[in-house]
């Protein structure tokens, strides 16, 4: 069969981020990651073209996955191979933006990525198989990603025991012995001995390194950006006031500062009655622009970027992280600050 | 010190009448004896209501509920409300055991719940299988809501001694012990000192609680006698998310601290209580976390169940305890609520801690479908569900008062589907119908 092979500027061999704002593009053959999985397809599938996006380009452009299918069409794919895109934000996105737009197509597609991997609910109807968490299990993935591509090109179903990343829903039941006794026998047991007991998997919050600090403030272009859910007043756009599952950006070039009753924030989970009486306290649009004036910080980014944090999960606010670097980096932003409540 | 002791009458029906009564499990509620209790510059007017398990009835936007509790004309129940602190501690507590008071309807901040007293909902809040006298209130044209909150809170404590005093003089169902706990350096047998922390949130206006009439926003952590929770130390003036709330009824009867008594010398030696608040800023957060383990560590707990209220927030103060405590070597169960969203597939926990163990109290999430009812008590409509409050409807379980609750009164949890599956499998093996 043909296969198509998606890969980032990284894989492509056409540099890391500087070269990170570069638009959809095709090459021919094999790059990187492609030889390897074409030496394990065999003889019967061939990878005709690998296609390639920038990570920013493609995590901040919503038009760039359909790009690149249609290139794909134009080369006669058959099945389209996305990644391994390891625990790597934009690319996972990237990844998994094409193959939902390939599946939902009629071309199969699927992507290979690490399950923690803040793309993989954009994947929709498309399988994504697990990869490692890093480039060091490049080839365990890759030879996990073939098999499956054989699969798929012959037609079957992908299952967990393909590495088919599914996700484990968790059911409400009702059970007879109520909460605070099992709580009794779970820190009975765990005193026991029995140390991995526990209702609710604990773990996997992972810890955020603080940036390296900025050498010249002066110079360099800061953003707001905030999950306040700080909105224009009567919320046009309609934010959610909990559990967001978009973000919005409004302009703020101009403005000196956020206008009582022509602001206001729609979150659900604190009293906003002092945030409304003056909104820059969310947004500290006043100060920010008292350090710009006073030549503290280069210059205000020309917008906010805004979501809730209210009871927002996890994986949504770290796929929002990822569309806001890429979308400030895009702009040229090299500094950020994040208001929470 | 002698052993304090319950005295407990059990109520199987509840009705309106001319005067409050009880005789041979039936209690009689006097009207106008009831609402005479709420008189109060601050409630314009208030009636009174019963909803008993099994009728087709909802309790829309219920407030705070007490258990009927009193010590006789000694007074002694409601310490910092009903009773000074430092009144002589003793004598025996009679309750109405089965029954609950509660106030229904709008106030600011509270976010809208509900009870049904049967059915699924019915099935999972505390409140669906007790006998309630529910009072709904009009607040007063020149009364702040904050003044009529107050009023309601005093007025349902006043009905709750009021019933139970009908009680005092009835041959108890069942007397309860109430053992204090071990002190430290006490011989275990060799058993594991096992205490409770309990962080009660600290919000504000229609956020709080109070311990001895107090709030306890700036507070550090303070070890407390249970036994002065049982006498209803502690009361709710908290109206966040109504299945993560825990009313004063549940204080009372704190889930907890019973389960750990009822084991007390066979699993486990019981070893006391911490009282904590939940301060909105990390840094408080984290210093109220460390000295909770600190006084833990100090009172010789071995392992400790850490108990919140609300989410969010009350998530973080909850994990930053455990680590607190796993981190000075004492093992720490969490009771928690999951947010994986409706279908259950989402990450199940807000903050987590880095070891220690989460019991699951159910999902927030996820939704159920309630019949409707031939009467609502409380409002006309429903808002949540933007339907007549009589209707039948959809809800999260994030609705059904206490369905969640952090101190362990409800019956709900969650399973991994797989695990689900992999049961009933095993199930149709052995011919059951798992």
Known sequence: MRVLHYVNQFYAGLGGEDSAGIGPRMLEGTVGPGRLLAQLLGAEHEIVATLVCGDDHAASNATAAQELLEMARDAGAEV??????????????????????AQSAGLPAL?????????????????????????????????????????????????????KVTPAARIGQLVTQRSAARAVELVLRRLGGDREATEVPVGGFGVVEPAAPIDKAASVTVALVTEGAVVPAGNPDRLESARATRWLRYPIDGVDSLASGEWESVAGGFATTAANADPNRLVPLDAARTLEREGTIGRLHEEFLVTVGNGTPVATARRFGVEWAAELRKAGVQAAILTAT | MPVLRRMVHEVHSIEIGAATQYEQHQLMVGRDQAEALFADPALASVRVHVAAPGDRARIVAPLDVVEPRTKGSAGGVFPGWMAPVNRPRGGDTHVLRGAAVLAAGYLPRNQEGLIDMSGPAAERSPFGRTNNVVVEFDRADEATWQEAEVALRRGLLRLAVHLADAATSAEPDTIEELAPPHRPGTPTGG???????????????????FVYGRSMTGSLPTLFDPVEVEDGAVVSGQYGHPALRNPTYVHQNHPVIAELRARDGQDLCFAGMVLCPEPVAQADKELVSTHAAWLCRAASFDAVIVTKEGAGNADNDLMLKVDALEADGLTAVALYAELSGADGTGPPLVAGPRSGAVVSTGNYDQRIKLPAVDRAIGGAQLRIADADATAAVEIPTAAILSALSPLGA??????????????????QMLGGTA
């Not at chain 1, 690490?114 to 030879?143: K, L, Y």
């Not at chain 2, 009660?200 to 206006?205: P, Y």
């Not at chain 2, 409800?410 to 199930?427: F, I, M, N, P």
């Open chain 2, 410 to 427: 409800g019956w709900l949890t969650c399973r991994a589907e797989q695990e689900l599956a992999d049961q009933k499998l095993v199930g």
């Open chain 2, 191 to 209: 058993l594991p000192r096992v205490g409770v922390i309990t962080n009660l949130q600290t919000q504000g206006a229609f956020k709080d609680v």
């Open chain 1, 80 to 101: 389209l191979v996305a990644g391994p895109a390891f625990g790597s934000g934009r690319y996972g996105l990237a990844c998994a933006r094409l193959v939902a737009a």
């Open chain 1, 111 to 163: 992507a290979s990525m690490h399950p923690d991997n803040p793309g993989i609910s954009d994947a929709g109807e498309a399988p994504v198989i697990a990869s490692g968490a890093t480039a060091r299990e490049m080839r365990p993935s890759v030879q996990r990603l073939a098999a499956a591509v054989v699969k798929v090109a012959a037609g079957e179903e992908l299952t967990p025991a393909d590495g």
